[in-house]
């Protein structure tokens, strides 16, 4: 949130990249929309189906999934 503050983005405009469930918790309580990710060492099994449940929207395991995931996240909202 304070990322965003600070570039003075909008919140619900916002996507963040998070890789644990307090990250993805805090994210969705500040109302930004969340994409998890599992690509890194401390990965474990399940870890996506952990990052979802906490509220992720969508998990990628490679940075080079990025771009096509936000591509198709904006073109979609629960709004």
């Known amino acids: 949130m304070l990322a965003a503050e600070k570039l003075n983005a909008d919140p619900a405009n916002t996507f963040v990249i998070e890789d644990s469930v ?16 599992t ?6 099994p399940g ?9 992720a929207e969508t998990v990628i ?5 990025l771009k096509s995931v936000i591509a198709a996240l904006s073109e979609w909202s629960d709004a």
């Open 61 to 65: 395991r490679r940075w080079a999934e």
């Open 39 to 44: 690509g890194a060492a401390h990965s474990y």
């Open 47 to 55: 870890h996506a189906d952990v990052l979802t449940e906490a509220g």
């Open 22 to 37: 307090h990250g993805v918790s805090g994210a969705r309580a500040a109302g930004m929309r969340v994409i998890g990710f």
